[in-house]
C-alpha cells in the first residue's frame, strides 16, 4: 500500500463518526422530540400542521410501545431511531423474525456527517445480536430517494410485495426494504 492510499483510507477512517448508542430515558425525550421534528420538517417531508408531527412528537408514549434509540456523538445527542417488532403497536410491516425501525431522524446539524449511515449500520449489527431476528425491515416514502439510496448501499432490497398507503389506496406510496442479518 502506498503513503498516498493509506493516508486516504486514515481520512475516511477519522470521518466515521464515532456514535455512542443507548435507549432514551425520559430526561432525553425533549431532545429526541426537537431532533425527531427538526429533521422531519427541515427535509420538507411534511408541513408543520402535519398531524404526523404529533405522533413523531409523542416521544414519552413511544418510549413506552417500544424502544426509543439515542445516538450521541461526544455527549451531544445527534440522532435517533425507534425499533419495534412485530405485534407490537408501532409496527408497520415487520413480521415474525424480523425487526422493524421507524423514525429515523439525524440532527440537521450534524446531517452529511456519515451519522444516518452509521446508525442504519448499528441497527444492522444489533439486530445481529438479537435472537429469532433474521431480518431488518423500515418503510420510506417513494419520495425519499437519498434515504433509499442510504439503504440500497447498505444492502436493503426493495420489497414491492409489501409496499402500502395510508388510506389503502391502489397507489402504493409507502416502501418497504428488507435485509436480511448474518450471524
Not at 435507549?23 to 411534511?46: K, N
Not at 408543520?48 to 424502544?67: F, K, M, N, T, W
Request: net charge negative.
Amino acid at each position: 500500500m502506498t503513503a498516498a492510499v493509506g493516508r486516504a483510507s486514515l481520512d475516511i477512517l477519522e470521518k466515521r463518526p464515532q456514535l455512542f448508542y443507548r435507549l432514551a430515558r425520559p430526561e432525553d425525550f425533549d431532545a429526541v422530540c426537537r431532533i425527531t421534528l427538526d429533521a422531519y420538517l427541515d427535509a420538507g417531508h411534511f408541513p408543520e400542521s402535519h398531524p404526523y408531527l404529533r405522533i413523531l412528537g409523542d416521544v414519552e408514549r413511544r418510549a413506552s410501545l417500544a424502544q426509543v434509540w439515542l445516538a450521541e456523538r461526544d455527549g451531544e445527542a445527534t440522532g435517533t431511531v425507534m425499533l419495534t417488532a412485530a405485534g407490537q403497536p408501532y409496527t408497520e410491516v415487520a413480521r415474525d423474525r424480523e425487526l422493524e425501525f421507524r423514525m429515523l431522524a439525524v440532527d440537521p446539524a450534524v446531517q452529511g456527517l456519515g451519522v444516518g449511515r452509521a446508525m442504519v449500520r448499528w441497527i444492522l449489527d444489533h439486530a445481529e445480536t438479537l435472537g429469532g431476528v433474521d431480518a431488518v425491515v423500515l418503510t420510506s416514502a417513494e419520495y425519499m430517494v437519498p434515504a433509499h439510496r442510504l439503504y440500497e448501499s447498505l444492502g436493503f432490497e426493495r420489497v414491492p410485495s409489501r409496499d402500502w398507503s395510508f388510506d389503502n389506496s391502489p397507489e402504493k406510496d409507502l416502501w418497504v426494504f428488507r435485509r436480511s442479518v448474518s450471524r
